[in-house]
Structure formats: C-alpha cells, structure tokens
C-alpha cells in the first residue's frame, strides 16, 4: 500500500472506532465537513461553466472577425478563409436563431435550457468544423470563393445529419 491508501484506511478505521465508542460530536463534524466540500465541489463546477460560456460565446463572435481580417488583409488566404466561413455557417445559423427565438419569445427556466447549453455544447462542433474546414480550404478546387464556401457549408450540413442519425439509430 502506499501512504495515500494507508492514510484513507487508517482515517477510515478511526473514524468506525469513534462510530464504535459512539463519538457523535466527532463524526457530525467530520459529516459536516464533507458536505461543505461536496457544496464547495458544485459551486466550483457552476463558475467553471461560466467561465466556459464565455469563452466559447468570445470565440464564436472573435473567429469570424479574425477570419475576415485575414482574408481582407492577405488575398493568398481568401480560398482558406472562404472554406472557414463556410464550414461554420450552419452552426453560426442556428445560434443565431436560437438567441433571436431566446430573446423575442422570452424563453425563461426549462424553455430557456436550449440557449444556455448551445454555447458549451457546441463548442467541440464549431471547433470540428473549423477543422475540417481549414483542411478542404487547402484544397485547389472550386476556385470560386462562394462555390467553395457553399460546398463546404453543404458538406458541413450533410456530416452533422450523418451524425444525428447515427446517434438515434
């Protein structure tokens, strides 16, 4: 055993022969003071996913505006940058059709769960379309800046419904 296991085990058999001799002061404590952790524990998750909102909500607003900036400022990156823009177009779509629908309709508790999670949880999917943007972007065709926006927002579209239905079949 090493000196974390054998610590947990003799706290352990302390705290059964205190519950043995009937040292209820000691164990209401030592109950008392696992609960604080445990509270502390959900408080620390809650600022944590704060913390995570904002920061994908900045990226999804600050991506965009890089992407541009690039492709205005080094014409070489336009092809690039046309892949970007297209292949986080559904995903921008739909969040901004979520906070219109949030904001008009004054979606409150349960309604409103939609809105708070789509930050969080669509951030691995922006970041894989991102991804997979960047690399059909490096691709030489279409050398049509929109046709090749377009075909990578369609390819983006056709993958996240190959995804939904392989996660429901």
């Known amino acids: 055993m090493d000196a974390r296991t054998s610590d947990l085990v003799s706290k352990e058999s302390l705290t059964r022969q205190l519950a043995v001799r009937g040292d209820k002061a000691y164990l209401a404590a030592e109950l008392q003071c696992g609960c604080n952790r445990i509270a502390a524990g959900r408080q620390?998750?809650?600022?944590?996913?704060?913390?995570?909102?904002?920061?994908?909500?900045?990226?999804?607003?600050?991506?965009p505006a890089l992407i541009l900036w690039q492709a205005v400022s080094r014409p070489a990156f336009r092809p690039v940058a046309a892949s970007l823009l297209g292949s986080i177009l559904p995903l921008t779509a739909v969040f901004i059709y979520m906070t219109i629908d949030?904001?008009?309709y004054q979606r409150s508790g349960g309604e409103a769960f939609g809105f708070y999670a789509m930050w969080i949880m669509?951030?691995?999917a922006y970041v894989a379309s991102l991804l997979i943007g960047f690399g059909l972007g490096l691709l030489k065709w279409p050398r049509n800046l929109v046709g090749r926006g377009a075909l990578t927002s369609l390819l983006i579209c056709l993958i996240s419904l190959a995804v939904m239905l392989l996660e429901n079949a």
């Open 44 to 63: 620390e998750i809650a600022i944590q996913d704060d913390i995570l909102s904002v920061l994908a909500g900045t990226m999804y607003l600050c991506v």
């Open 102 to 104: 949030f904001f008009v």
């Open 122 to 124: 669509g951030f691995a």
